[in-house]
Every structure is written in structure tokens, then in C-alpha cells.
């Protein structure tokens, strides 16, 4: 009789060990895909010089100075540049508003090099105009993403018209 | 003998409690992470009233009445209003088309309070152009989103060129 | 005293298949959601023919020749058609830039179906413009979406003004 106790105890102490392993596989499974949520990230801001800024007389990074939305504080209200904090794809979309006294164009750069651009020619008689571009960049956590300002071009900065807007899609 | 038996029984009963609380919990967190799965907010909705639509001598609130997508309904066709149905982080753009005879523009609000805008002088000339803008927003459940059509403005509604489209970027 | 411990045994037994039964079921969920985890689909692509493309005698498929970003190779660079590659809500944007000598615009189309446009009538004075327009559109895996440049209009394709950008928002 004691050695049947004896086995069952054996087969059940087994059982236990199984179950404690598949257990803990779980746990950790669960704990990976909390990880994988994606961190949030997501930004808006608009350009708010009181009318017209530029033409300068060389490149300059436009600085959005009015914050609508900047969840993650990857965008840097300060220098204008947005700085990647993981790996991933990002959503970038942009507008300005423009008068046609000077040519007036923006151009989004990733570590300062031209990705895509809009412009508007110089017209004559002056009426006001909407130029902007989207791109999907993948980005390595540290890319640096900004909006450029060629010499001699101007874009309208006022009543947030002219806007940079961005968030992560996916994480990679 | 029996002692001994008795003893690996009791350790054995201890471990199968502590199982039992650990599934529990990983269970819990299981259907937490269930819950937290974003829900589906997308639409997107194009104004057609068969051609020029405005100037009126109020502001008017857009009803873009064509649907494209709306899932999850959280733009309502009849009063023109997107209402937040969950704390999160809200997409939006907006694109229209227009004439230059008349003025024309349009004006995302956030509680009826301006966010962004775009619009387009009055040209003599007479061609046709484009506006847009885009944001992001971090709304609470309830917060109402919507496109104004400023008193004395027009835009271009038909064939699908002026519309409104907007998802949930992340919940809060 | 045997049948004490016998007891204790079988109320045992029934326990460690209850967790074990739990156990199972608790595994199912994590794939369930690991499975439901979306796929990563993000495009961005732009037209470069040097130049000025079209006006040509037929609608054609804009066919965007440098690519941005294609993650998931949802986009055929060398059809220019984006084929869902699961059921779930998309996210599509274009932009163009386009000069006054010809008309200009684009259309995206679903499964060959208009579904948003954007266009610029012909000027004669000649200046640069831009167009674009976006949406959001709920697709069944295999559906496709391009952009027609209808006859008879053209496009600015170099320096990557005129681009095509969507992503998976989420997966149905």
C-alpha cells in the first residue's frame, strides 16, 4: 500500500515540477509583451513669429515655438530638432502658409540631410498659398528629424497656419 | 514512514497553493493587457454639395457628408462633430479645395477653440488651389473635434477633394 | 490513516489538473495576442523623373521611383501599386507639386475606384503649386490602391516634392 502512496506522491511531485516550469515560461512571456507596448510619442507645433519670417540670408532650422501636443518631449521646443528615443517608424507631416512676395518652401531633413520638400515659386501678385509634404522614416533611436528653412525663402508664422507634426507608428 | 508521507504531502499542498496564486496573477495580468488593447477610432468623410460650398454670413460648421470610413463612429455625419470616445492621442487633417472668386479657409477646432488653420486669399485670377493641415491632439473622452467654415469663406465641395480624416493614435 | 492520505492524494490530483486545465488556457491567450500583434506596414516613396512628368494621351499609374521607406514591401516599386497585405485600417497621403503650364493632379484610387482627388487648374502665369490630399481607408487583405495621374495632367517629379506615404493603423 505505502509504495502505491509512495509512487502517486512521485507522479504528482513530477506533475508540479512541469506545471511550475510552464508557469514561469508564461510569466515571462507576459512580461516580454509588456515591454513591446510602445512607448508614446507623438508631437505638434506651429510656428508663431507674429506674420512673415525670413528670407535670412543662409539655411536655418525652423523652431515650432507654439506647443499644441509634444507627448514624449521628443520634439525640443528649444532647437527645433525632434530626436528619435527608440527605434522605429515615424510619421512626419508638415505645412506652411505663404505670401508670394518671395519664394517660400521648407525642407524635411533626417541628421540633416533633404528627405522631402515644398515650395512655392515668387508670384507677382501676392496671394497666399499652402505648401507641405508626409514621409514614414524608419529611425534608429537618435535620429534627428527637422525642418529647414532655406536662405532666401519665408514662410507665414502666425495663427498656426504653418505646422510640423510627427508620432511613432510602430516600434521596432 | 507514514510521517514522512504526510510531510511530502504538506509540502506538496504548500506548492500547489503557490501555483495557484501565481496563475492568478498572471491571468490578471493577462486580461489586463486584453483591456488595454486600443480600441478602433478612423474616419474619414468628404463634403460634397455638389460644388462651390459657401460664402455664408456666420461661421458654419462643416457636415462632410460623403463617408468614406468611420469606424467606430466617433465622427458624427448629421452634426459634422468628432467626439473622443477614449483618453488618447487623436490624428487629424484636413485638405480642401478651392476657387479664388471668394476667400476661402477652414479651422480645426477643439471645443469649439481654434488649433490649426488654412486658408487661401482672394485672387482675381481665378484658379483652383489647395489647403490643408494636420495635428495632433491629446483629447479626453468626450472632447468634440470639428472643421469651421469662417463667415465669408468657400470651398470646393465635390468629387472628393475636400475632406477630413482623423484615428487614434495611442490611448491615454 | 492510509485512507486519510489517500483522500488527500486524490483532493491533490483534481487540484493539479485544475491548474493545469488554467495553465493551458492562460497560454492560449499569450499566443492569441502575440498573433494579434500587427504587422509592420509603412511606406514612403517619391516620383524623381527629373522633372516635369506627363501631360501623357491616357490616365496612368503614377509609378513613385525612389523609395523613403517601404517596410513590409506593401508598395510595388515597379507597378506602383500597394497591395494590402492583411484586412485592417490604413492610413494613405500624397502630395504633389506641380507648375501652371498644364493642369495638374492626382487621384487615389481604390481596386481602381476614385476615392480622393486633388487637382490644379492651368494658370497662365506660370507658378509652383501644391496639391495633396489624404485618407483613411478600410481594406480586405489583396485590395489595391494607387495613384492615377489622369490625361492630360502632369506633375513636378524630382528633389522629392510629390511623394506617396500610408501605414496599417490597425489590423481587423
Redesign the interface.
Known sequence: ??ST??D??RQ??A??AT??T??KA??E??ED??T???P?V???V?ADEGGNYGPFDADKTMRYNKK??N?GDAYNMSTGVFEAPVDG?Y?F?F?F?AE?KHPSGLILCKNDN????????????D????????????LKKGDEVHMRLPKGNHVWAS???T?F???L??QN
Open positions: 500500500m505505502t502512496i509512495l502517486q506522491l504528482m511531485e506533475k508540479l506545471l511550475e510552464k508557469l508564461s510569466e512571456k507576459i509583451q509588456k513591446k507596448e510602445k508614446k507623438a508631437f505638434s506651429a499644441i501636443t507627448i517608424v510619421y507631416i505645412f502658409r508670394g533633404p528627405v522631402i520638400m515644398s515650395d512655392d515659386g515668387q508670384a507677382s501678385y496671394p497666399a498659398d499652402t505648401g507641405g509634404n508626409a514621409t514614414v522614416l524608419e495663427e498656426r497656419h505646422t507634426s510627427g508620432f507608428v510602430s
